[in-house]
């Protein structure tokens, strides 16, 4: 029954549900109800039992791992205490730092004991927990709680240390459904947690942790494995519940290594698995106390399949939310019912809508742009009452605003109107709310409206109090203590694993950002300098300009702490100093400097004196990518020098790690076919430029247009057929018909007149008949305006699908382009060119005038063909007499003349 208790470790579930199971030892089950309570803190006193867990010799931070150590195996003989403790400690340390309230235990009484200095002991833990020259901040709590942690879990899935090992390649923890002991993959799953926790101390995600956390929930064979110990009576319980939160935590572990586009797979699983309904669709709203009539604003309806138990949300307090008090704005907007507008609105509407698109659910954001499109279980909504959404579908709702916001265009108006629907449907709903999830939306909330004029005022307040509301140690108070009792700690980490991981510093530089962004350069600093943050202080000056202020404040850091990796390449970056980038990879392994450094040896600053060095920037690349291979901007960087260099091989590997971490990538896609022509690799390269061109290619016309000479020389004539098109399309508007590729043209229209045209009315077309002759006689016809050979292909297309009427028109307009060149009279080449255009009119007019016309029933094409066809021989002899009279051109007209 240990399984049990660990699957509702894992669950967070109500200590209620907690009973006393067979063969588990009582303590265990003691230990396990205070973590599930929000008490770890207890768990960690009754273990430990009034001790000190560490003694011996710490002078370094060595020292601190080696008795760490010795210390777990010497005390901790029992791998059930080992797991409980490191539980204890990891939720310890992130009440302290992420939740709040802060726990009543010393971590410096009941790890170190007064034989040891407690600001030396806290500043070693931070050294230790420092990834590849990055800092962990400072001033978090009780970092040595999340070091015992790691190392516990560590020894618990029997993998070897990454506080000793955290350079080079490292193999990864395999997971089998079948294999691995269920304790085992449930240890693997905290350590998981840990991981992200750790990552959540530095500025950027580096080094082994991500990549060992993304590994672990990479497979549901996590989940098979633990539930494989279940007893049959709950296996199939807590396979969905156990999926659920799996799947959520995939995802954040991808945000949380910036890895956001491997999102989507997961987030179209837990939808399907919850059943949740939601969509993004239009509708009318005023949102002003002025407004008569309301406009047309975005809005999520949504529907969850399951509900939570009244009792296990109840008695919670909420974060307060600032009201607007606004005299122009509504507190909230005020939604008229979906798709209410006139009618004939309604129709116009309608016509700019491709008569494909509407309704796609496996999308980040599904979006219903008629009325018709919503999901049926969703039509019956009354958007200003939406019914309350279980606590999981509300952590989808935002950790698709997280996805949509790290892999969108900053201050994008439309993405922001996303973000602003996604985040008014969690915190407008009936109902209790949960504490995290409630108090996150409200950050959201307040990071959208800092962006607009109207609400940055109520934006800031409520990033504040967020702040302050943690109930953590902070050392400026800008708004009154409330007076409210605190959320009890059990609600406030209940859900704390599933969403994106914002320690309370991170919370207040974001406040900072902001205040960056409206121009409050000087509470911007002052956050960052109260912070300790001063790497982001001096980046703070450098964006507005002060390089000279940046450059201080970051030598100060450098003479008080000579190993910060980061701030020796924040300054090799400020003063473009190769040798201040190579100082921070010697001190720390930053990869950040080995970056800067390819960037300097690509394109040397030009009072260097120095030639770009391909072979130097992909070595110094190279040396970044084995220590951090999930940075998909280096890997891109990577192949495009490649490419440039001609090292076709190393950028074909570099754009497969490319598309790997983002398959929607299409300029990777397409870079990726690049090196595959160079190998000689076609069909390679035109799979690759097929997932280019059904990306977010549809305005790139080298793209299209690559994929159009890759598929000729495939002979992938459907391919080729709508490349062409497309490249009509995006460039027709600039170029007009330079946009047509005549050569393609005409291999396309040899094609499709080699086929017969159905003799019988009832008979069907090909597909690549009607496409191509649709293109042909529809689509060029509008660009066309001097090109004569066009109208010629037009016209041997239209005499193919038996429309000699047409044909002749065409023949006609082809004539008509060139005899109306200002150069006839003074160019003998245009001159020779308006004759073979002559030429090819009488033979058109002699060949197809008295053929059947269009209404049948003896009418002729053409029935006074010879009258047609003098008058234009005359026409042109009388505007070229004067200048070619007695030329090779004239002497042709001539006889044509006496032939007709």
Known sequence: MDILLHSQLLLASNPQNLTSYEGVDPAIQEHASNILKGNSYKTIERILDGGVFLSGDINNKADLLICIQSSISTKLQDDNVKMMLAIAFLQ???????????VPLSSHDVIFGSQYDKDTMHNLSIDLLGILGQSAYELCDDPSYLIIALVLLEQLTNQPSLFSHSEGNMNLPEISAHDTPSVTACAHWWRARALLTHVSLISEPVGLQPVIACSILDSINLVYAICRGLPEAFKADYEKKLGVIFYLENIKCSLGSNTEHLCLPSLTKIKKLMNFSFVLTGARAKRTKFQQKGHAGLIILAQSSINLPDDEEAGQNSPESFALNSDLLLERPQFDSIGNE???????KKQKHDEHSGYEEDKILPVALRQEDIPIQLKDIDPNDQPQLNNYDNIQLLLRLTTIRQSSPAQNPLVEEELSALVSRVLYQKGSKNWTIFSRALWERSIVETTKAKTIERGLLQMQSLVEELGLKINTRMLPQSSDVESSAQMRLKYIHQLPFLPRWSLDSKLAERYMSVGVLRSAVEIYERLRMWCEAALCYAAVGDEKQAEEIIIRRIEQNPNDARAYSILGDIRQDPKLWEKSWSVGKYVNAKNSLARYYYKPPAQSGLKPDYSTALKHLNDSLRLYPLAFDTWYFYGCIGLECGKMELAAE??????????????????LSAAYIELGKLKEAHSCLKRAVSSDAQKNWRIWENYMLVSLKLHEWDDVLLACRKLVDIRKNKSGEISIDLPVVEKLVELLVSTDFP??????????????ME?????????????SRCWRLVARVELWRRRPWASLECHEKAYRAVVHNPDLEIDEKAWNECVEACDDLVAAYESLGDREGKYGAGDLVCKDWKYKARSTIKSLMSKGKNSWDGSDGWEKLLELRRQL
Do not use: K, M
């Not at 497969?656 to 929607?664: A, G, I, N, W």
């Not at 003799?759 to 191509?772: G, I, N, P, V, W």
């Open 654 to 671: 570099a754009f497969s790690r490319c598309v790997s971490l983002d398959d929607t990538h299409s300029l990777a896609w397409s870079n």
């Open 342 to 348: 006139p009618l004939d609105e309604q129709i116009i």
């Open 759 to 772: 003799a019988d009315s009832t008979a069907r077309l090909t597909h690549f008949q009607s496409s191509c």
């Open 775 to 787: 293109f042909i006689c529809d689509v060029l016809p509008t660009v066309i305006t001097t090109s």
């Open 92 to 102: 310890t340390f992130i009440q302290n730092n992420y939740t709040g309230p802060t």
